[in-house]
C-alpha cells in the first residue's frame, strides 16, 4: 500500500517528534516512535504494537519547493476561484512540511488511516496548517478545503 499526506505547516514552530510522540501514547499506549537518535528531530517511524504504520519525515519548505509549486500550478489550472485561491495562499505560507507515508501493515488502508486519527489531530489542534491527503485533496481543522481527484 502507498499512500502520502502531508502536513503543511505555516506555523513558524516546527514539530516536536518527543511532544507527538506523548500525545500519541496517552490517546493509546500502543503508540511509539522508533528512530535512529541522531535522526529523531527529522525522521520516525510510527508503530502500534508491533505493526509499522507510517513513516514519519520533517522537511523545510525548500526541499518541498518543487513539488509545492507543481501542485500550484495544477490547482491554478484545475480549480480556479475562490477555494482553489485560498489553498495556493496557504501552500505560500507554508513553512515546513510533515510527510506522513503509509507502510503496510497487514491491515487495509482505510484501517490505517482511522489508525493515524491521533496522529492527524493532534497535528492540526498544536500547529498551524492543512492536511494534503495524495488523491483526494486539503482539509483543515475545519474540513475540506479543495477536493482533488490527483
Known amino acids: 500500500m502507498s499512500f502520502t499526506l502531508r502536513f503543511l505547516a505555516s ?9 507527538l510522540s506523548r500525545a500519541l501514547q496517552s ?16 525522521e520516525a517511524r510510527l508503530l502500534y504494537g508491533e505493526k509499522a504504520l507510517a513513516s514519519l519525515t520533517l522537511l523545510s519548505r525548500d526541499a518541498c519547493a518543487e513539488l ?8 491554478r489550472e484545475e480549480s480556479p476561484g475562490m477555494e482553489g485561491d485560498h489553498v495556493l495562499r496557504r501552500i505560500a505560507s ?32 498544536e500547529r498551524i496548517g492543512m492536511l494534503w491527503v495524495e488523491g483526494e485533496g486539503f482539509y483543515d481543522a475545519g474540513g475540506p478545503l479543495l477536493p482533488l481527484g490527483w
Open 11 to 19: 506555523d513558524p514552530r516546527t514539530l516536536d517528534f518527543s511532544a
Open 27 to 42: 490517546a493509546d499506549p500502543r503508540f511509539r516512535l522508533q528512530a535512529n537518535p541522531r535522526a529523531m528531530r527529522r
Open 68 to 75: 509545492l509549486a507543481e501542485v500550484s500550478s495544477q490547482i
Open 94 to 125: 507554508a513553512q515546513w512540511v510533515l510527510l506522513i507515508e503509509l507502510l503496510g501493515g497487514g491491515i487495509d488502508a482505510q484501517a490505517t488511516l482511522d489508525r493515524l486519527d491521533p496522529l492527524v489531530s493532534w497535528v492540526m489542534a
